[in-house]
T-cell receptor, first 118, second 113 residues
């Protein structure tokens, strides 16, 4: 099983709404990631969780709040978003967290959540 | 800056033709990854290269990493419509001791029957 499951697949929300994106993997991976992808652009890293702890926050605005309740789940809580936050949000996981002293391990991606902020 | 340059940006080939996509970094990479993405969908892992001079193949796709670990190529032999999509190279760069995956801008491949 090399599946990363993201829900929902599509989400439309108003600027005053609070919503959450969910990501789940059962591969025993200890690193999980959130990426944001705008149309015709490559994915951009937002957050990295290593062993359920936030290890990297790429200067993401506080209206995006990640949470890792356990080693299989990763959430992204959304509040007071702007229309420019509309994008494809991708979750990924890898067996081990990224380290400077080794070559890393491949990351597996979910199908993404297409978010539209109106 | 820690950037990956991919070329070409887009490619249109006739079915059955061979093609090559390149990925270049100004810095030595720890690991180089190739992914394929259909529009609006998740990324499908293709291959990972870690050693200088390494070459891997899967079905009709071959990826190579040069000896300096700064350049990789993805070669598709006898392309088919199913190969169409966006090909992304990703690499590990050291950031404060961590090496999260960053991506090139992608190559959009169209295969014409």
């Amino acid at each position: 099983d090399t599946e990363v499951t993201q829900t929902p697949k599509h989400l439309v929300m108003g600027m005053t709404n609070k919503k959450s994106l969910k990501c789940e993997q059962h591969m025993g991976h200890r690193a999980m990631y959130w990426y944001k992808q705008k149309a015709k652009k490559p994915p951009e890293l937002m957050f990295v969780y290593s062993y359920e702890k936030l290890s990297i926050n790429e200067s993401v605005p506080s209206r995006f709040s990640p949470e890792c309740p356990n080693s299989s789940l990763l959430n992204l809580h959304l509040h007071a978003l702007q229309p420019e936050d509309s994008a494809l949000y991708l979750c990924a996981s890898s067996l081990l967290p990224p380290r400077a002293d080794d070559g890393g391990s491949e990351a597996f991606f979910g199908q993404g959540t297409r978010l539209t902020v109106v | 800056s820690q950037e990956l340059e991919q070329s070409p940006q887009s490619l249109i080939v006739q079915e059955g033709k061979n093609l090559t996509i390149n990925c270049t970094s100004s810095k030595t990479l720890y690991g180089l990854y190739w992914y394929k993405q259909k529009y609006g969908e998740g990324l499908i892992f293709l291959m990972m290269l870690q050693k200088g001079g390494e070459e891997k193949s899967h079905e009709k796709i071959t990826a190579k990493l040069d000896e300096k670990k700064q350049q990789s190529s993805l070669h598709i032999t006898a392309s088919q419509p199913s190969h169409a999509g966006i090909y992304l190279c990703g690499a590990d760069f050291p950031i404060s001791g961590n090496t999260p995956l960053v991506f090139g801008k992608g190559t959009r491949l169209s295969v014409i029957a």
